[in-house]
């Protein structure tokens, strides 16, 4: 019931192209849901995030869409560049504090 | 604002010495600060959930005596793993959160540490 579930494991798309990355859940105390950019031998960097109350969300490029009744919220990348090759971690939070991590998504942008 | 450090950013040590690893928030007090560790293309694992001048909280299955966690001060916490092994050989990130008026803090995260024993 902690988990959030992420996929795919990993994605290749071409400049310019949409990434759209994946994650479920099943704990419905969970009441925030950020997602985080990695790159490699650097910790995670918030990108965007969203609250239950809200089925959509942008900033830039990023995108949140979030499904509540189907317990999903996904991460789309508009007009994707090489730059955000990244593995990227989707999370949510119970309680006050604690995350839980998805099991991330290394994404490759083609040049 | 929210910055987190991390010292070193890599450390290589032998077996059956121990490590400090320091994580300083440097433009905000930190009320909670977390351990987490990530094993190569893995998620991130809580280790550890720390409050100043409290003892700190070890998720399950985490040894406490291997993996000390002094929270010392709004700024500062270290973890020190003790007698190292190659087991323990990770990228150790910790994080550091402020209330942020609502319901949840927010966490933000040091750059991260990696430990290779010999």
Known sequence: QQQVKQSPQSLIVQKGGISIINCAYENTAFDYFPWYQQF?????????AIRPDVSEKKEGRFTISFNKSAKQFSLHIMDSQPGDSATYFCAAIVGTYKYIFGTGTRLKVLA | GA?????PSRVICKSGTSVKIEC???DFQATTMFWYRQFPKQSLMLMATSNEGSKATYEQGVEKDKFLINHASLTLSTLTVTSAHPEDSSFYICSASIPSGGIYNEQFF???TRLTVL
């Open chain 1, 40 to 48: 490699p031998g650097k910790g995670p960097a918030l990108l965007i």
């Open chain 2, 3 to 7: 910055v987190v450090s991390q010292h």
């Open chain 2, 24 to 26: 300083r928030s440097l």
């Open chain 2, 110 to 112: 040091g750059p991260g």
